[in-house]
């Protein structure tokens, strides 16, 4: 080995890095033949030792506790936000849903105004008071529902609603202050929203 | 919690990411230190470590999902994030200075002075190490990198070239370099009376 090898092999001799042992024992031979490499080798293995020194001495150091306090804060801080700005995506949606709901009511409703009524035309009115449908029990056995609960308040009592059974996010039952399993927000939950003849609903169950 | 201990970084990571409070904690009490080290051997300043360790982690609320598995381990994942940072902030504060051993210095009692010849080899270790800390800051960017990372916090060339974005190859002849110029400094210190010990 010359003074050239011997430099490229002289930071893995002193940091002790795995090199095959026939290239350490020539580099070892190398500087006990030449000066100014073993100065250079004793230079590495000196500047190793006082790395090895402030490695130990850094070893305990670590970031004050308040730093990690703080962090969980921020953490439980965006959960809070995330959760609000879920919640008033919710809103907006199943008011979205509700308005649809309304128009869609309305525009059938009218076309069965225009349209005579006759047996032969299939249409069957299932339609039933409100308070027929107010103290109106499951249809099916299994079926677990809340009571209806008022979306908007109209003195002018309903001369004729229909039922509509749809989806919607767990999460809106929060919206009408039922309580909700966190780990089952995402998921979906039937119900029933009452209709008045306009189409619009008045009243909104939960049904399981 | 105790269910976590057995989980990998990236597992933790992605946990946290979807805001579990117990990944988070359990990633931070595995990782803080060797940011914060990393931070303090980089800016000399625990100020600044400090408030790039509280960045680092506050990143990885915000977004884990910039980490590719593919591309490292989350501990060169947040040696790059803290990389990036302790230069934004040194560049924004030139005004930078090792408190650390200004701090080491001061906190020296009395009884432990007079108590020779222990101290006496302490206080030599103490300023080798200082020195070795002036000499590690007074490195080119580049080098100082190569030797916190691969020297201090004991590496592999291949996660130091993830952490730093460059090849192996480069980490390694920088090292090389950056050690070579150490030895230099730490060798002159050595043939020099300590201005410590005057």
Sequence with gaps: MNCTEFENVVVALARNEGIARVVRRAGLTHAARCVRCARRLASETMLSAAIAAAVAEDATKETPLRVGTMLVEALRERKVAARRLRRTWLRRAIAGAIAA???????????????????????????????????????????????????????????????????????????????????????????????????????????? | MKALTNLADDELLRLAGSGSEEAFTMLYQRRQAAVYRFALQMSGSSFLAEEVTQDVFMTVLGDSTSYDASRGTVASYLYGIARRLVWRRMAQSRSHFPLAVVEEAASRTPEQLVAFPQVERDLARDETIRTLRRAILALPAGYREAVVLCDLHEMSYADAANALGCAVGTVRSRLHRARALLAERMAARAESPSRCLA
Excluded: H
């Design chain 1, 101 to 208: 709901v309304m128009l869609i009511g309305a525009v059938a409703l009218g076309r069965k105004v225009l349209e005579p009524r006759s047996p032969e035309n299939g249409v069957v009115t299932t339609a039933l008071s409100l308070e027929e449908q107010l103290v109106a029990g499951p249809e099916n056995a299994d079926e677990v529902m809340t009571d209806f609960i008022p979306v908007i308040y109209d003195p002018v009592p309903i001369a004729m609603s229909s039922l509509l059974r749809v989806e919607m996010p767990r999460e809106a039952m929060t919206v009408f202050g039922l309580p909700v399993n966190e780990d089952r927000m995402d998921d979906f939950v039937q119900a029933d929203l009452l209709l008045d003849e306009y189409g619009q609903t008045r009243a909104v169950r939960f049904v399981e």
